[in-house]
C-alpha cells in the first residue's frame, strides 16, 4: 500500500527529469524437477530530456521481494537443564524472499525518511503489526540472519553496475528453495537519497509440469493422491523383493 | 544431482536421499524395525520440513517393511495370527495418537514432548536391551556352545483370559498383551512419527516371549499396515506427503532392506539384539545432547499464527 501511494506520488510529478527505461532477462521462473536456482538480470537505461544533473549523487535501488507470508520465530531458553522453546513473536509480514541491490550502500543514496517511507531495507521489509513488544527487535534480526544463511534475504551494497550515469544493471540470484508466487522486482531512482522514479515489474514464479500435476493432485483429490504412494510404495517392495529372489537363482 | 521436491518445496539432492534410504533400509531389514526413527531426524537434518518428513518417512516405511516381509514369508518367519492381532490394536492406538498429538499441538511445545519421548524410550529400550544381550552373550560362551533349552518361566502374561494359540510362535498366551502392546505402539508411532518397531521388537521378545526369528517378521508386517493408514491420514489432512521424496527414499530403501534381511539371518540373535540396542543407544544419545547443550542458533523460524 505504503508502496503505492509512493508510486502515485511519484507519477504525480509533473515533469520528471529522470525517468527509467527496464528489461528484464525472464518475465517468468519455472520450477521443474531439476530446478536447482535461477539468476534474474535486471537492466536498464536512465532517460533524460536534459544533461546530466553534476555534483549530485546518484543512486539506483534493485529490490526484488517474494510473496508476503506470516511467520512465528521462537527463542530457545534453558528451563530445567534443557533448551526449549520459550518466546515466540509473530511477524506479520515477512517476505519469503528478499533481495537489495544497490550501486552504493544503501544509507548513502536513501534518506532514512525515504527507507521508511518506502520500506526499501530489509529490516523494513518485515513488519510486525500491532505488536511491537518489547525486544522484538531480536527476533526481527534472527529471522533477518537466519533467511540470510539460506540466501533467502540479500543484501548486495555493490550489486548494482552503473556506467555514465545512464545504463545501469544488477544480478539477483534465486535459490533453489523458493516459494512459488508472484515476485516483485522494483527500481528505484534516487538523487541525494531522495526518491525520483521508480519502476516495478511482477515476475511470476510457478512449478510447471510433473512439479505442477502432483502439488495439484496432492491438494485437489489427496485421497486418490495418497492411494498412489502406497501403490508406489508396494509396487517398489515387491519389486526389489523379486528382484533378489532373482538374482539369487 | 539436485532435485526440487514439489511438496517439500525445497531442492535437494537426489543421490544424498538414495544413500540415507539404502542404510536405513539394511538396518530395517536386519532388525525389523522400519528405521524411521533414524530416517525422520536425517530427514530435519538436510533441511526437509518436519511436517514433510514425518508423512513422507511414514509411506517409505510401507515399502521397506513390504519388501522385508516378502522376504520373511518365503522363510515362514512372520506369525501372522499374532501380527493381525498387534494390528488391531495398533490401528486403535494410532488412532488414539493422532488425537492426543493434536491436543498436545494445541499447547504448544510439541516438538519437545516428541523428543523428550525419543530420548525416554529409547534409552529405556536401548539400555534393557544391551544389558540383556550382553547377559545372553557372556551365558552362551560359558555353555561352551552347548545351548541347553531353557523352558520359559510363566509371569503373569500367562495368567490372563482369551487365550489364544499361536502356532508360529510356538505361544498359547491370552490376547489382551499383544492387543495391548498394539495399542501403545500405535500411540507412540502417532506421536514419534515412526512405524514403531523399535518398541514393538523388544516388547515381542520380552514380553510376549516370542521367538527372536518370528519377531523381525511380524514386526514388519504390523508395520505395512499401521504406517500405510498413517499415511492415508497425512495426504488427506495435511497435504505433507512427498512423492518425489518417498520414491527417491524408498528405491535405495527397499535394496537395502533386501540385503539387510539377508544378513540378519546369518547373525546370531543376541548379536543382533545388541546391535539394534547399540544404535538405539547412539541416537537417544544424540537427541538428549541436543536438548542438553546451548544451540548455536537459539530462533528458529516457523509458520506464522502460533496460538
Known sequence: MIRLVALLLVMALPVRAEEIVLGLSRDEIAITATFEGSDIEIFGAIKREEAIPQGDDLGVIVTVAGPDKPVTVRRKDRRLGIWVNTEAVDIDVAPSFYAVATNKPLPEILTVQEDINTRISTRRAIRSVGRSAFGSDRFSDALIRIRAGEGLYQTLPEGVWVKDDTLFRARISLPANLTEGDYRAEIYLTRNGQIIDLYSATIPVKKVGLERWLYNLAHDNPFLYGLMSLSIAIAAGWGASAAFSLLRR | ???????????????????????????????????????????????????????????????????????????????????????????????????????????????????????????????????????????????GGTAVPTRRKHNWVHNLPFKMKFRVSGLYISVIPPLLVGVLVGILAAIMGVGGGFIMVPAMIYLLGMPTKVVVGTSLFQIIFVTAFTTMLHATTNYTVDVVLAVLLLVGGVVGAQIGTRIGVKMKAEQLRILLAIMVLAVCGKLAFDLLVQPAELFSIGAGGHS
Do not use: W
Open chain 2, 1 to 143: 544431482m539436485q532435485i526440487y521436491l514439489p511438496i517439500a518445496e525445497v531442492s535437494v539432492n537426489a543421490f544424498l536421499l538414495l544413500g540415507l534410504g539404502g542404510i536405513v533400509g539394511i538396518l530395517s531389514g536386519m532388525f525389523g524395525v522400519g528405521g524411521g526413527f533414524l530416517m525422520t531426524p536425517l530427514l530435519f537434518f538436510i533441511g526437509i520440513p518436519p511436517a514433510v518428513a514425518v508423512a513422507t518417512e511414514a509411506n517409505q516405511i510401507v515399502a521397506s517393511s513390504f519388501s522385508g516381509v516378502l522376504a520373511h514369508l518365503k522363510r515362514k518367519t512372520v506369525d501372522l495370527k499374532m501380527g493381525t492381532v498387534l494390528l488391531v490394536g495398533g490401528l486403535v492406538g494410532s488412532g488414539l495418537g493422532i488425537i492426543l498429538f493434536n491436543y498436545l499441538k494445541a499447547l504448544g511445545q510439541v516438538d519437545l514432548l516428541v523428543k523428550l519421548c525419543y530420548v525416554i524410550f529409547l534409552g529405556l529400550i536401548g539400555a534393557l536391551m544391551f544389558i540383556e544381550s550382553l547377559n545372553a552373550i557372556r551365558k552362551s560362551n560359558k555353555a
